[in-house]
T-cell receptor, first 114, second 110 residues
C-alpha cells in the first residue's frame, strides 16, 4: 500500500532535454508538494498545491512547471534541463493546507543531468 | 540568514547514550516545529512535532521548544545503531510555508 508514489525512481538525461516526474498519493490528502534536495541534503520546497490549485510557488526557474490534473496527482515537468538541476526530487502530501500538518514523502526521484 | 539552521555534524554517540540535536530558526512568529528522520537514500519521515514551549516526549524521543530563544531540540535516549540517520528540523513560520534545515548526521556506535 504505497501512500505517496513517484515515477521514475531514477532519471538520467542530457542537458537541454525536457523531462517529467509523476506523483500520486492515495491518502485522500488535499495538499501536495514538490521539494528539491541537493547533494548537501538541503530540502527546499518548490511548489505546493491545494485541491489542484497552486498555493506556494517558491523562486524556481520558469523551466519548472507543476501540473495537477486532480488532487491525487501532482506532476513536475522540467524544460531545458541544466547540470544544476541534478538532485533528488521529493513529492509530499498533507491532509490540510496549513503548515502544521505532517507531510508524507514519496520515495524520491534522483535526477542526473549529464 | 537561513530560516532554519542546524549543526550538520556528524554527531557520533555510543550505543545507549543520549543524542542531542539542535535547531534554531529566524522567524519569531513560527508556530509549528517538526523533526524528520532520513535514512541514507530514503525519504524523510516524521518523528515528532511540537507547538508549545516546553518538552514533549514520545518513547525514547523528547522534543524541546523555547520560542523566546527561537530554539528547538531533539533528545534521543538510549540511542540505538538503528537511530543512525540524518535528522531534519522543519519549521512552519506562517500559513502554508515550510522550511527545512540542512540536517544533522547522527551515527550511533555499537
Amino acid at each position: 500500500d504505497t501512500a505517496v508514489s513517484q515515477t521514475p525512481k531514477y532519471l538520467v538525461t542530457q542537458m537541454g532535454n525536457d523531462k517529467s516526474i509523476k506523483c500520486e498519493q492515495n491518502l485522500g490528502h488535499d495538499t501536495m508538494y514538490w521539494y528539491k534536495q541537493d547533494s548537501k541534503k538541503f530540502l527546499k520546497i518548490m511548489f505546493s498545491y491545494n485541491n489542484k490549485e497552486l498555493i506556494i510557488n517558491e523562486t524556481v526557474p520558469n523551466r519548472f512547471s507543476p501540473k495537477s490534473p486532480d488532487k491525487a496527482h501532482l506532476n513536475l515537468h522540467i524544460n531545458s534541463l541544466e547540470l544544476g538541476d541534478s538532485a533528488v526530487y521529493f513529492c509530499a502530501s498533507s491532509l490540510l493546507t496549513s503548515g502544521d500538518n505532517e507531510q508524507f514523502f514519496g520515495p524520491g526521484t534522483r535526477l542526473t543531468v549529464l | 540568514q537561513k530560516e532554519v539552521e542546524q549543526n550538520s555534524g556528524p554527531l557520533s554517540v555510543p550505543e545507549g547514550a543520549i543524542a542531542s540535536l539542535n535547531c534554531t530558526y529566524s522567524d519569531r512568529g513560527s508556530q509549528s516545529f517538526f523533526w524528520y528522520r532520513q535514512y541514507s537514500g530514503k525519504s524523510p519521515e516524521l518523528i515528532m512535532f511540537i507547538y508549545s514551549n516546553g518538552d514533549k516526549e514520545d518513547g525514547r524521543f523528547t522534543a524541546q521548544l523555547n520560542k523566546a530563544s527561537q530554539y528547538v531540540s531533539l533528545l534521543i535516549r538510549d540511542s540505538q545503531p538503528s537511530d543512525s540517520a540524518t535528522y531534519l528540523c522543519a519549521v512552519n513560520p506562517t500559513g502554508n510555508q515550510f522550511y527545512f534545515g540542512t540536517g544533522t548526521s547522527l551515527t550511533v556506535i555499537p
